[in-house]
């Protein structure tokens, strides 16, 4: 297990980050996630942490707080050292139909991190982190009521998750302005299968130094090598038969799942180690989190860290999922050749 600073901190995280929507199974598109319960739940996390992994993510929407328990008792029970772990949570998401249930205002953000505290059964919150864009809160409001969480040891950290560039560049110059306390990391959708990141919040994060948590690195279970092809409903059970999330373009998918194969019989591991290899080899990727419903889904993801591709490897799988040209991306380029040549002294 490697370790990488997140973002512009002095703060390591294990390059594997556990993920815990599958535990709780909640009502609703929770039970198709997943269903696991405190000994399942147990049995994840110590092995995860022998494993050397210190990255733990949740929300406070994964089956509407049930997760959060889990992970509470779970530290407790295992009596796990809690200033070793990086323990990370979210709200912006509904948990009621209250008009103020939602969102990203003072009112709601203070509420929320009252409630994830009492659920995790901790002090403070490593990184918090909003879960997506809110078009009726203004910026300064969200972000002056994270600083004041971070001023008050509340929090430690703050991140965002799936947001637009420009979004996230205009946060960062508000809390700028404000001298507020500035998100240090995104957590956004980014597979072998859906490269959009890098048109616009890659070179913005590489800019800026934030950090890349990536999420459903394996597109919701499709680059697992458990599909035979695009219309296959996968093994039962599978979590794309009654929840097909995130979209993805599945012909383009099942081409890279056919250049992985050969791949992944030359190293003698799973397609998903090598769908997750490909990602672990990106020098802008901080963590990947993974997310199981099973103790043989989470050793396969963790043996990931243990499979070096070569420069070669990374470069067919490269080409097969290379992004399709869109304007103003193919413009930049082409108008930058000249200045991107270093000038040849005589």
Not at 282 to 292: E, M, N, T, Y
Not at 297 to 309: C, F, G, H, P, S
Not at 319 to 346: C, H, N, T
Request: net charge neutral.
């Amino acid at each position: 297990m490697r370790y990488h600073l997140l973002g512009q901190t002095g703060l390591f995280v294990s390059e594997i980050c556990l993920g815990t929507m599958t535990y709780g199974g909640n009502k609703g598109i929770w039970e198709n996630i997943g269903n696991l319960q405190q000994d399942a739940v147990n049995e994840q996390m110590r092995f995860a942490v022998e494993a050397g992994i210190n990255f733990i993510d949740t929300a406070n929407v994964y089956s509407l707080g049930k997760s959060e328990i889990l992970l509470g008792q779970s530290l407790k029970d295992l009596a796990l050292p809690r200033s070793q772990l990086i323990i990370a949570t979210k709200s912006t998401g509904s948990m009621d139909e209250s008009p103020n249930g939602r969102g990203q205002s003072r009112h709601h953000i203070f509420n929320e991190v009252d409630a994830s505290l009492r659920r995790l059964q901790l002090d403070y919150i490593d990184l918090y982190q909003v879960h997506g864009f809110d078009p009726l809160t203004p910026f300064e409001e969200s972000l002056s009521a994270l600083n004041d969480l971070v001023r008050s040891g509340k929090v430690r950290y703050i991140g965002l998750c799936n947001m637009a560039a420009w979004q996230v560049m205009k946060s960062l110059g508000v809390s700028e302005r404000k001298g507020f306390a500035k998100f240090i990391s995104v957590q956004a959708y980014y597979s072998i299968a859906g490269r959009d990141l890098e048109r616009e919040v890659v070179p913005l994060l590489e800019d800026q130094k934030l950090g890349l948590m990536v999420w459903s690195p394996l597109a919701g279970g499709l680059l697992s090598g458990k599909y035979k092809d695009a219309d296959d409903k996968g093994p039962s059970g599978a979590r794309r038969a009654t929840f097909d999330f995130p979209p993805v373009d599945k012909d383009r998918a099942f081409k890279c799942i056919d250049a992985m194969r050969p791949l992944a019989q030359q190293h003698q591991v799973s397609v998903a180690q090598i769908a997750l290899a490909w990602i672990l080899s990106k020098p802008f990727v901080s963590s990947v989190i993974i997310g199981a419903k099973s103790m043989d889904q989470l050793r396969d993801n963790i043996a990931a860290t243990r499979v070096q591709l070569s420069a070669d490897e990374i470069k067919l799988l490269d080409d097969v999922s290379q992004l399709a040209p869109e304007y103003p991306g193919w413009m930049l380029a082409f108008q930058g050749q000249a200045r991107a040549k270093a000038p040849i002294k005589e």
